[in-house]
C-alpha cells in the first residue's frame, strides 16, 4: 500500500492541476469572447448614432446651475494637473512640506553668534 500512494498523490494532483489549467483557460476565452461581442456592439451603435442622448440630456438638466459652472472649472484644474511634471505636483501637493523645510534652513535671529 505505501508503494501506490505516492504514485497516487501524484495522479491526483496532476489532474486537478490540469483541470483547474482547462477551466480558466476556457473562462478567460469565453470572457473574451464576450468582450470583443460587447466591443463590437457599441462600435456599431455609435456608428449608427444610437447614443440614448435623452439620457444625457435629462442629466444635464437636472443639475444645478452651480453644478453646471463647476463642471468646466473642473475640466481646467484636470488639465493643469496634467501639464504639471511629478516633481512639479509633488510640491504642489505637498506645499506645507516645502514650507517647513524652508522654515528649518533659515537662521534664527536669536541664534548664538
Known amino acids: ?3 501506490l500512494f505516492k504514485p497516487l498523490m ?5 489532474t486537478g492541476c490540469s483541470f483547474g489549467a482547462a477551466a480558466l483557460l476556457q473562462y478567460e476565452t469565453l470572457k473574451s469572447r464576450f468582450h470583443v461581442a460587447g466591443d463590437e ?3 456599431e451603435n455609435i456608428l449608427e448614432g ?6 444625457w440630456h435629462d442629466w444635464w438638466t437636472q443639475l444645478s446651475p452651480f453644478h453646471r459652472n463647476l463642471i468646466p472649472v473642473m475640466s481646467m484644474l484636470d488639465d493643469f494637473w496634467s501639464s504639471l511634471t ?4 509633488i510640491v504642489t501637493a505637498f506645499p ?3 514650507e517647513e523645510e524652508e522654515e528649518n534652513l ?4 536669536f541664534a548664538a553668534q
Open 10 to 14: 501524484f495522479t491526483v494532483r496532476f
Open 41 to 43: 456592439q457599441n462600435a
Open 1 to 3: 500500500m505505501p508503494k
Open 50 to 55: 444610437n447614443w440614448d442622448m435623452a439620457y
Open 96 to 98: 506645507n512640506i516645502v
Open 106 to 109: 533659515t537662521v534664527s535671529p
Open 86 to 89: 511629478e516633481r512639479q505636483k
